[in-house]
Every structure is written in structure tokens, then in C-alpha cells.
């Protein structure tokens, strides 16, 4: 399995990006996935996910800001972000989830076997 996350930068608030996540190794249209963050000095954090069904859930943090999308097609996940704040500032991960895991268990990071290597967004103010 490998993901390959990338489209992190500099960005200023209230600006937007679009994260990508490239997967291979596995077959990508039968697997949750999700965004995962890391702050500086914070532990790792739910973002976002979707499943194989295409039902997505994310972070109140993130709630009306962030949109998780998938392209079965291209084994490719995204993560669109706008009105990036200054807080949003992160090493970005994507993860398979395992197929075991439930709707609840998708926010706890020790239910997924796989991490991309991540990308940093920073948000100036």
C-alpha cells in the first residue's frame, strides 16, 4: 500500500487549497479513507473521511470549510480547504482505514493501517 499526499504550501488566511492523495497497493474503491492533521506540539487529529459509499463526515473544526471528495477512477483522494485559518496549520495525512473499522471508530487514528507520508499547510495571518 502507498499513499502519496501533496498540494500543501504558504497560504494566508482565508485563502484555499486542494490536498491530493494518490494510492496504489490496494483496491482503493472498497476502503474508507480519511484526512488526518498534526498541529505543532498538538497529537494527531481527525479531519475528514469518506467511505466506500461516498458518506462523509469531518471535524466541527473543519465543518462548512473542508470537503473530502474521491475519484475511484484515479485512486485518488482530496481534500478541499477553504477559508483557511491561521489554526489549520498542519502536517496533512491520508489513511486507509481498515475494513473492520465502524462509523465511529473512523475519527480514532489507531483504526487505520496505512498513512501517506503528509504535506504541510501553513496559514499566515
Known amino acids: 500500500v502507498q499513499l502519496q499526499a501533496s498540494g500543501g504550501g504558504l497560504v494566508q488566511a482565508g485563502d484555499s487549497l486542494r490536498l491530493s492523495c494518490e494510492a496504489s497497493?490496494?483496491?482503493?474503491?472498497?476502503?474508507?479513507l480519511s484526512w488526518f492533521r498534526q498541529g505543532p506540539g498538538k497529537e494527531r487529529e481527525f479531519v475528514a473521511r469518506?467511505?466506500?459509499?461516498?458518506?462523509?463526515g469531518y471535524a466541527d473544526s473543519v465543518k462548512g470549510r473542508f470537503t473530502v471528495t474521491r475519484d475511484n477512477a484515479k485512486s485518488t483522494l482530496y481534500l478541499q480547504m477553504n477559508s483557511l485559518k491561521p489554526e489549520d496549520t498542519a502536517v496533512y495525512y491520508c489513511?486507509?482505514?481498515?475494513?473492520?473499522?465502524?462509523?465511529?471508530?473512523?475519527?480514532?487514528?489507531?483504526?487505520?493501517?496505512?498513512w501517506g507520508q503528509g504535506t504541510q499547510v501553513t496559514v499566515s495571518s
Open positions: 497497493g490496494f483496491n482503493f474503491n472498497t476502503y474508507t
Open positions: 489513511a486507509v482505514a481498515r475494513q473492520t473499522a465502524i462509523l465511529s471508530s473512523l475519527q480514532d487514528p489507531t483504526w487505520y493501517d496505512h
Open positions: 469518506i467511505t466506500r459509499s461516498r458518506y462523509t
